[in-house]
C-alpha cells in the first residue's frame, strides 16, 4: 500500500460490531469477562483500548515498523524509550536537541544513573569515536530545532549497528510523510504526535515506533507497568489528523519553500535557515533521506537585537505567537526568550541561536496571504 493509502486505510476496518466507517471512541476503563479470563483480549483500558490499537497499527504502517505503543504525550513516550536503559548506560544525543528531550535526559534521568553526551552528528565518523562499552542509544534528531541541521540518519545508523549500539530517531519535525528512519537502519522513531501527526493544535500524544515486535513488546510491558497511556479521544483525533497528513504536510512545505525564498531576499533579513537551499550544510542529506524540505524555516535580522525581533514577533497577524508546531495554521516563535530560555547566552550564539532568531511553523494557508503578512511585519521596523 503507497503511504497517501495508508494514511486513510491502515489498521482501519469498520466497526465489526455496527459498520461504523470511523473508529470509534471506546470509552471505556474496564471489559466485563464472560468467567474468570474468558475475555476477548480486553481486560482494563491502560493494558488495553480498541481505539488506541487502531492508532498504533496505523502508525506503524506509515513508519513501515513492526508495532507502534502510544503515550500521553512526546515526552512520555521518550520516557519509555529511556527506561530500556539501566543505571550506568550512557546515551550519545544530538547536540541541537528538543528542549523537553534535553530537561528529561539531564534532569530526571542523569539522577537515576544515565550518562549523556551531547554531540555534533553531523560527522558519524566522530560519532562513532565517542562509542564506547557503556554506550547503548544513540538519541538522534532530524531536522533539528531551531537551527534546522541535518544527520545522516543511515550513516549514524550503520555506525551504532557495527558497535552494537541502539537507535532512536525523533521524528516529529519531519513526519513519515517526508522520511521514515526505520527504512534507513534504525530501531526506533518517536513521535509528538501533537504536531504534524495530530496537526491540528488540539491534542497532546505521543508514540515510538519499532522495527522488531521483540523491542516494541519491551515498551508495551513498560507502557502498561509505568501507565502513561493516552486517552481515547485523543486517540480518535490523531487518527483523524493523520488522514490528511500527506495532503497537509505536502502544502506546509510548499509554502515553506516561497517563504524562505522570499526571507532570503528580504534587505532586513540576514540568515534563513531552511535545508532546501543549495548552500545549506545539510542540503546533500535532506534530498537524499527526505521527500521535501520540511515546513519548518529559521532565520535572523540584520539588525541583531531582541528589540527587533519583538517587533517582527508581535506585528504578524496571520503568524500567532505560540510555542509548538505543524498545525495547519502559521505560528511564529523566538527561542531566544521561549523553547530555548535555558540555554545560557554564549551557547546560544556559539550555535548560531542569536537574538533575533525567529522560527516559523508554516501552515497551509494561501502562502500570498502570509508572505504579505510578513511584508507588513518588516514594514513595521
Ligand atoms: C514537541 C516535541 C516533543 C515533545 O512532545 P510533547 O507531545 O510536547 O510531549 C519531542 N520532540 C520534538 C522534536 C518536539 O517538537
Not at 32 to 50: F, K, L, M, S, W
Not at 69 to 85: H, I, N, P, R, T
Not at 190 to 206: I, N, P, R
Not at 271 to 278: A, R
Request: proline letters at 5%.
Amino acid at each position: 500500500m503507497k503511504f497517501d493509502t495508508k494514511v486513510i486505510h491502515a489498521g482501519i476496518d469498520p466497526d465489526p460490531a455496527t459498520g461504523a466507517i470511523m473508529t470509534p471512541i471506546f470509552q471505556t476503563s474496564t471489559y466485563v469477562q464472560r468467567t474468570p479470563g474468558d475475555h476477548d483480549g480486553y481486560e482494563y483500558a491502560r493494558t488495553q483500548n480498541p481505539t488506541r490499537s487502531v492508532l498504533e497499527t496505523n502508525l506503524a504502517a506509515l513508519e513501515n515498523g513492526s508495532a507502534a505503543v502510544c503515550f500521553g504525550s512526546g515526552l512520555a513516550a521518550m520516557d519509555a524509550v529511556l527506561k530500556l536503559l539501566n543505571p550506568g548506560d550512557e546515551i550519545l544525543a544530538t547536540d541541537d536537541l528538543y528542549g523537553g528531550s534535553y530537561r528529561l535526559i539531564t534532569k530526571i534521568y542523569e539522577r537515576f544513573g544515565l550518562k549523556v553526551q551531547f554531540i555534533d552528528m553531523s560527522d558519524p565518523s566522530a560519532v562513532a569515536e565517542k562509542i564506547t562499552e557503556h554506550t547503548k542509544l544513540l538519541w538522534i534528531e532530524t531536522p533539528t530545532n531551531p537551527m534546522l541541521k541535518l544527520v545522516d540518519i543511515e550513516a549514524i545508523c550503520k555506525v551504532a549497528k557495527e558497535k552494537g549500539v541502539r537507535t532512536c530517531v525523533d521524528n516529529t519535525f519531519a513526519s513519515p510523510y517526508l522520511q521514515t528512519p526505520l527504512d534507513l537502519g534504525a530501531d526506533l522513531v518517536l513521535h509528538s504526535a501533537t504536531k504534524y501527526l495530530g496537526g491540528h493544535s488540539d491534542v497532546v500524544l505521543g508514540a515510538v515506533v519499532a522495527k522488531t515486535q521483540e523491542l516494541a513488546d519491551q515498551l508495551y510491558f513498560i507502557q502498561n507497568a509505568s501507565g502513561a497511556v493516552p486517552g481515547p479521544q485523543d486517540c480518535f483525533l490523531v487518527l483523524r489528523g493523520i488522514k490528511t497528513l500527506h495532503l497537509r504536510v505536502e502544502r506546509a512545505c510548499k509554502n515553506a519553500k516561497k517563504i524562505a525564498k522570499y526571507l532570503v531576499m528580504h534587505p532586513k533579513v540576514a540568515n534563513v535557515y531552511w535545508p532546501g537551499f543549495k548552500d545549506h550544510p545539510g542540503y546533500e542529506i535532506a534530498k537524499k533521506q527526505m521527500r521535501h524540505f520540511g515546513g519548518m524555516v529559521s532565520f535572523d535580522m540584520l539588525e541583531d537585537t531582541m528589540e527587533v525581533a519583538n517587533k517582527v514577533l508581535s506585528s504578524t497577524v496571520l503568524f500567532s505567537l505560540a510555542e509548538s508546531l505543524g498545525g495547519v495554521e502559521s505560528l511564529i516563535g523566538h527561542p531566544a526568550t521561549m523553547t530555548h530560555a535555558s540555554i545560557p547566552r554564549p551557547e546560544r550564539l556559539k550555535v548560531g541561536l542569536t537574538d533575533s532568531l525567529i522560527r516559523l511553523s508554516v501552515g497551509i494557508e494561501d502562502v500570498d496571504d502570509l508572505l504579505e503578512d510578513l511584508e507588513q511585519a518588516f514594514a513595521n521596523l
